[in-house]
């Protein structure tokens, strides 16, 4: 009888901490910010904190993890309601290009750059993002239903998503909004343009 | 007789400076580096550092200006002796996509991801960006030979920059040469079937 809950909590701690943590990052970068400062913002005791994480690096690890999956998961569900046909593209491209230009882009925009020079962050981060940019990638070709098979499709979509990434560095010091909505347009027009051919659905 | 060098010599302490800045900031960060650690580096005393630059942003807001100029001065250099017509467009994609992979890019998004939680590093970076950025898409449609009064060709520009810093981030942690080859070809002949028509030399 008690098992159940406990473990309730137990998630529920992780995930305030995981959240806590990026929250942190985002704020104070990476050299700001100890388990204990975490600990603190998350409403949880240092030694509970200490104990589902015992470095940072093991929160950037989860955090990486839970909120790569929880932001395809938006997109998947985002993208489920759209109609088929051309608006859709003008629709997908736009949730994709704006992928990164929320708080938790800013987040690990942090770690990135902590990590260009901390061979220990390095290791953990380098295999959690190529596995997230795989996903990224598998859920932006089902939701332009677009075929891999064609020629240069996958660079296309690798394009897109690479664009989106330029696109959150560039909404990083000043809101970008009005600029990119015309960068969304026009990439829209020219993915349909160059996959109109291969597109499967 | 004496002005001469003097004022050179000036001229070389500022300069020594600002490429000790730019490489320690790549490799400690921000917050890793002092105006007398970049002396050090520069082989120059700490009061003639500080008699040029009193503050690590007034380094940073002359770094940014010299290296983005001397950028963009190569890539012109460079361009100058690209021919004309359909092999000059991948050859300058493939200019314009691998200009934020090297270490100045390194250095700058320390900078960036400090300045997003900063506010006097930001409020020298945001002009020196905005211009840098602006110079930068002045160029680029100078080397790709297009109109910009076409239909979507100025968006199309601007993606292709901001696809070149999302292609730099690619690139912050892992070798992404390879893959950067294909989408630099792919992305060309996509610039070619959209920009065709307006191409102008």
Request: net charge neutral.
């Amino acid at each position: 009888m008690l098992r159940e809950p406990q473990q309730e909590r137990s998630r529920t701690t992780r995930r305030r901490l995981i959240e806590a943590a990026m929250e942190c990052f985002g704020e104070r970068g990476w050299h700001g910010v100890t388990v204990a400062l975490i600990a603190e913002r998350a409403g949880v005791s240092r030694g509970a904190a200490q104990h589902h994480f015992p470095t940072r690096e093991a929160l950037v690890a989860a955090a990486v993890d839970l909120l790569g999956e929880a932001q395809l998961d938006e997109l998947r569900t985002r993208a489920a309601g759209l109609p088929a046909g051309s608006p859709r593209i003008e629709r997908v491209v736009e949730m994709v290009l704006n992928l990164y230009t929320g708080p938790m882009f800013r987040a690990a925009l942090q770690l990135w750059a902590v990590a260009s020079t901390d061979e220990q962050l390095r290791a953990v981060l380098v295999p959690l993002e190529a596995r997230v940019g795989r996903e990224a990638h598998r859920v932006t070709v089902e939701l332009l239903g677009v075929d891999e098979a064609g020629a240069g499709v996958r660079e296309l979509v690798q394009a897109t998503l690479d664009l989106a990434r330029g696109l959150g560095l560039a909404n990083l010091l000043t809101d970008d909004t009005r600029r990119r909505r015309q960068i969304v347009r026009e990439w829209a027009a020219t993915l349909e343009a160059r996959l109109g051919e291969t597109r499967v659905s």
